[in-house]
């Protein structure tokens, strides 16, 4: 019993959505101060971008299934079984979207809930294939799913400078650590036919990688009057030394070791929203 229901949690990349969840977690009860509540839409629509997120994560894993069957510690599983998991999420995640469009009752967040599985599916098939594209999209649904909750959710309010930097943050590390992620898959990528940035120019790619990791300082330093106690300079020089650890590994093509100092980078980015509020 141990053994699937671990393989069934590295498919579906429960970091990732660890991750999504502490950060919601943090900013519904340390930033907006709240007492948590069974019917609050802001716990329905968490839950809902979260098994949005599981969706894209399985179908990804189905587009990809011949192209990760090379890697390194794939896991095997059965494609039927699957795709009735990537429907299952599906269907739990649309019948907690529009549970807290009902709560709420918000016009906008039907179109949200409504494009995002299909923004998820025109990435797998279509657009993680093309040169930055991808990256982007997927930068944007990221940012995206962590506005929703908080933005459609009634009566919560969190300081308008913090939210700005957390989003920018979200889309910007993610931005960088997809890009990190293509090149790590250059060699598959280029079998399956995908164009991607590193498939097309890896030599370009690293020198754009390296020019947002060492203009992420900058992104940061933009937000320095709204925030200017130490907690926000210690983010800062973290974020340079990590950002300058990323260059040295792509330097030397260790593109493993960057996604994976990446992932970290926005792992410290995301928790450090807790102590942002003493300082803002």
């Given amino acids: 019993m141990t053994q699937p229901l671990t393989k069934f949690f590295k498919i579906i990349r429960w970091k990732n959505v660890l991750i999504y969840l502490t950060l ?5 009860f340390v930033l907006a101060k709240k007492s948590f509540s069974p019917t609050d839409a802001w716990l329905f629509l968490t839950l809902s971008m979260t098994f949005f997120g ?19 510690g794939f896991i095997e599983f059965n494609l039927t079984t699957y795709l009735i998991w990537t429907i ?13 469009f009902y709560m709420s009752f918000k016009a906008n967040l039907l179109y949200a ?7 998820l599916s025109l990435y797998n098939y279509f657009i993680k294939k093309v040169a930055l594209a991808g990256n982007l999209l997927i930068a944007f649904l ?22 700005e930097l957390l989003l920018a943050l ?6 960088i650590r997809e890009l990190a992620k293509d090149l790590e898959d250059l060699k598959y990528d280029h079998q399956a036919g995908y164009k991607t940035l590193p498939v097309l120019n890896e030599n370009l790619s690293c020198f754009l990688l390296i020019f947002l990791t060492l203009l992420t300082p900058a992104v940061l330093y933009y937000f320095k009057t709204h925030f200017s106690g130490i907690a926000f300079s210690i983010l800062l020089i973290v974020s340079t030394l990590i950002g300058l ?18 992932k970290l980078w926005m792992l410290i980015g995301i928790l ?5 509020t003493s300082s803002s």
């Fill in 272 to 276: 450090s929203v807790i102590f942002l």
């Fill in 88 to 100: 299952i999420f599906l269907v739990l995640a649309f019948l907690f979207g529009f549970t807290g």
């Fill in 113 to 119: 809930i409504i494009s995002i599985p299909v923004l």
């Fill in 170 to 175: 979200a889309f910007w590390l993610t931005l």
């Fill in 245 to 262: 650890l990323g260059v040295y590994s792509i330097y030397k093509k260790q593109y493993e070791q960057t996604t994976k100092l990446y």
């Fill in 24 to 28: 919601e977690f943090l900013m519904y």
């Fill in 142 to 163: 990221t940012a995206f799913a962590i506005y929703v909750p908080v933005n459609f959710a009634k009566d919560i309010s969190i300081n308008s400078h913090i939210l």
């Fill in 54 to 72: 599981i969706f894209g994560n399985l179908q990804n894993n189905i587009t990809d299934y011949e192209t990760d069957r090379q890697k390194k």
